[in-house]
């Protein structure tokens, strides 16, 4: 089995993570609820074209992915970008890394709580306002953090339930399209082609559901053999996935033709072609997609915080294994708690864009240790990928370009966050400085 100079510090965490859970940690990571509403507005701006818009946007997403594979293959030890900034570039970067990817993952589960508090509002409207609503967000935050707490099998379990109901939902819509509507799913493409300008906006829209994907790596000390697991879990994830909404965007453009106009496009998709109970079994669809991401987020932040206080940069709680269950307790009930609190008292439209540019950095971050690391890698059976450096160029120079497509005001938040890390990390180092 490989070893590495990184794996320098001890970890208490069970090695439960087979390639199976690694690939599910990606699928839901990218499959959250994104693809319930953009085929509309895949729709409104590239038209019959927009399925193409998704290849577009996996082959703009594919260097950054095959970058955090080949690291990927690199650690046995938890914490992803923590370790890959750290052993590149030094501490601090190795702790924004981790602390960019944290505050993104911790504000996207509080909005996607927020979310599945209204789905099921819809049924139950008495939890979606007041009490109620506060009670639905206690228990959701409270359930998971529960089942997080318990242990990664527990966890896999839960994850891999939902993952089989939102697969059998997405593709028994898939099916029943192809079956009930025939050849008419396949466009004709004879419509004039978009406007760049809409175009490029379209891949701007739809690159939304290509991240989550960077949550796998995370779990790393978790992983049974993570040299292997990490590259192949990565990459059959986003195949899967990219196949996955280019049927889903075929069959919602051939079942609703006013799809541009469409609020729920998949739920009107889903209508027009099974009825109302088709749009009942598209919205357990909706429900079950969006528990699976929040379990698969609360997972991997949570090891963030634990991968950070175990190399000193954030207080020893918060690296505490519980006895019992082993695993990061206190980390992941900090989580919960602060998913809860954000939940509550927000809205998260407002925060929701910095989480795109912070992942933006962390994956710039992570294409450019490629260069710096693979010397000490290369030639002792790690995943190596082919080209020299030019995956991790066409990495960087993707995300660059997705950077000029965010606003001024997710810029200005995410400086202002990145500068609260700044000084996290040096009071964390003052504190653990030692006595002389």
Known sequence: MPTNSAQEIVEKLPRNLGLWGVWMLVVNGLIGAGIFGL??????????????????????????????????????????????????????VGFQGGWLYYLARLISFAANTVLLTDSIAYFFPSLGEGNGRLISLALTCGGLSLINILG?????????????????????????GFVLLGPSVIPSFDQPIPPGSDLGAAALLLIYAFVGFEGAVVPAG????????????????????????????????????????????LLDASSALFG??????????????????????????????????????????????????????????FFG??????????????????????????????????????PRFVGKGFFILKGGYLIPILGILACLWLMLQVSWTSIWLTSVLIAVGTVLFFLGKAQNKPES
């Open 39 to 92: 085929p509309s507005g895949a729709a409104a701006l590239a038209g019959e074209y927009s399925v193409w818009i998704y290849a577009f946007c996996a082959l703009l997403m594919l260097p950054v992915i095959l970058c955090f594979a080949e690291v990927g293959s690199y650690f046995r030890g938890t914490g992803g970008p923590i370790r890959y900034g750290k052993m590149a570039f030094g501490p601090f």
């Open 152 to 176: 990664s099998s527990e966890s896999i379990k839960s994850m891999t339930l939902f993952t089989i109901i939102k697969f059998a939902v997405l593709l028994g819509l898939i099916f029943g």
């Open 222 to 265: 978790e992983a049974k053999k993570p040299e292997r697991d990490m590259p192949l879990g990565l990459i059959l994830g986003l195949v899967v996935v990219v196949v996955l909404y280019m049927l889903i965007q075929l069959v919602a453009q051939a079942a609703v033709p006013n799809l541009a106009e469409s609020t729920a496009p």
């Open 276 to 333: 109302n109970t088709g749009a009942i079994i598209l919205m357990i669809g909706v429900l079950t997609s969006v528990i699976a991401n929040l379990i698969t987020s609360m997972f991997s932040a949570s090891r963030v915080t634990y991968a950070l206080a175990i190399e000193n940069s954030l207080p020893a709680w918060f690296g505490t294994v519980n006895p019992k269950f082993l695993t990061p307790a206190n980390s992941v009930l």
């Open 337 to 374: 708690v602060s998913a809860f609190l954000m939940a509550a008292f927000g809205s998260f439209t407002f925060l929701a864009a910095m989480t795109v540019l912070s992942r933006l950095f962390l994956f710039i971050m992570t294409c450019a240790t490629v260069p710096v690391l693979r």
